[in-house]
């Protein structure tokens, strides 16, 4: 049963159920979008072993690069919590951005007027088409919660996020936040 309609700046916790989805296992995602033509989002504790500036050269930082989702893995794209100095930012919920202007964000990288808590790279996105995220609700894929951490949801960390997230649902949930990510490896 769905407790929490999913909307735009809501989180997608990856119910434990779904073990052995490489894309989506113990993922927590934020939804950057969801309307009537599908929903976007970007995981939010994957990240890649890369840095923006083993992609991108010319920027001088070494900020985490994340997994974002299966779709458009050769995209970069970005949230941020500093919609005044990036213009043409998009405002998901809460204080949290998308996009913007990104040679004025190399600029203000390059600069030192962007730290990482105020910004998070991903490679690719996570999609769903018209009522395919409705169905994975459905199917007990997800538990959408909202963002309770708002926009200092870009400095928390990813390696105990999806863990944390789980524990706070209570009841059963408690014994997969210990449970092995793999079990079979157990």
Known sequence: MISTLPKKGHLLIAEPSILGDVSFNRSVILLAEHNDEGSIGFILNKPLNYTIN??????????????????????LYFIHNIPEIIPNSIEIS??????GDFETTKYLINTGKISKNNIRFFLGYSGWSVNQLELELHENAWIVTENTLKNKLLSKS?????????????????????????????
Not at 94 to 99: A, T
């Open 94 to 99: 809460n204080g949290i951005y998308w996009g």
């Open 158 to 186: 990813s390696n105990q996020f999806w863990k944390e997230k789980i524990i706070e649902q209570g009841g059963e949930y408690i014994l997969f936040s210990n449970a092995p990510e793999n079990p079979t490896l157990n």
């Open 54 to 75: 083993d992609l991108l050269p010319e920027i001088d930082a070494s900020f985490k690069i994340y997994n974002g989702g299966p779709v458009e893995q050769d995209n």
